[in-house]
Antibody
Framework: QVQLVQSGAEVKKPGASVKVSCKASGYTFTSYYMHWVRQAPGQGLEWMGIINPSGGSTSYAQKFQGRVTMTRDTSTSTVYMELSSLRSEDTAVYYC???????????WGRGTLVTVSS | EIVLTQSPGTLSLSPGERATLSCRASQSVSSSYLAWYQQKPGQAPRLLIYGASSRATGIPDRFSGSGSGTDFTLTISRLEPEDFAVYYCQQYGSSPCTFGQGTKLEIK
């Protein structure tokens, strides 16, 4: 069925990097954009950036510029989000979410909890 | 960036009642590119409405969206027990897309 399957929870130390994966299935991978949205504990939703699986182009929220990298592997229909220089404020659930050409999110992964703690 | 302010922060209602949730934008949302999501504890958000008033696939018709410009509304005509959750609005008319802070709909 149509779904996004994310990698498992991570625990990282401050200053480290984390790489989260999101595998798409049940639809044509290159026909939709993929976004990353995060949610800190008890907080709202925050958009981080977008990758076009077709050509690999990306656009990041200014807040994350220089710290986030989004990539994709078309052979496995998987997108990746790597966040570097982690700090405690980056503790959150990270979601991948699909959008058509207009950026509303019609399919979400279950989320990956990233905990940053010394 | 466009700031979305949702009100009220918490709405306490009973099953069968009508719920009206508001989302106000700091500047006009182009082409009514506004979406609504429902999120239950421990779950990912679920798309309810896009384009301000179009229901997503599989969403019951008790959910409806309206509005344009800077003022948008999500209405749930008759609340079912499964509707009690947190609701977020999102604008995608200009980058970066942004979310409101959420409205918690709780059982009275």
């Amino acid at each position: 069925q149509v779904q996004l399957v994310q990698s498992g929870a991570e625990v990282k130390k401050p200053g480290a990097s984390v790489k989260v994966s999101c595998k798409a299935s049940g639809y044509t991978f290159t026909s939709y954009y993929m976004h990353w949205v995060r949610q800190a504990p008890g907080q709202g939703l925050e958009w981080m950036g977008i990758i076009n699986p077709s050509g690999g182009s990306t656009s990041y929220a200014q807040k994350f510029q220089g710290r986030v990298t989004m990539t994709r592997d078309t052979s496995t229909s998987t997108v990746y989000m790597e966040l570097s220089s982690l700090r405690s404020e980056d503790t959150a659930v990270y979601y991948c979410a699909r959008s058509p050409i207009y950026w509303y999110f019609d399919l979400w992964g279950r989320g990956t909890l990233v905990t940053v703690s010394s | 960036e466009i700031v979305l302010t949702q009100s009220p922060g918490t709405l306490s209602l009973s099953p069968g009642e009508r719920a009206t949730l508001s989302c106000r934008a700091s500047q006009s949302v182009s082409s009514s590119y506004l979406a609504w999501y429902q999120q239950k504890p421990g779950q990912a958000p679920r798309l309810l409405i896009y384009g301000a008033s179009s229901r997503a696939t599989g969403i019951p018709d008790r959910f409806s969206g309206s509005g344009s410009g800077t003022d948008f509304t999500l209405t749930i005509s008759r609340l079912e027990p499964e509707d009690f959750a947190v609701y977020y609005c999102q604008q995608y008319g200009s980058s970066p897309c942004t979310f409101g802070q959420g409205t918690k709909l709780e059982i009275k």
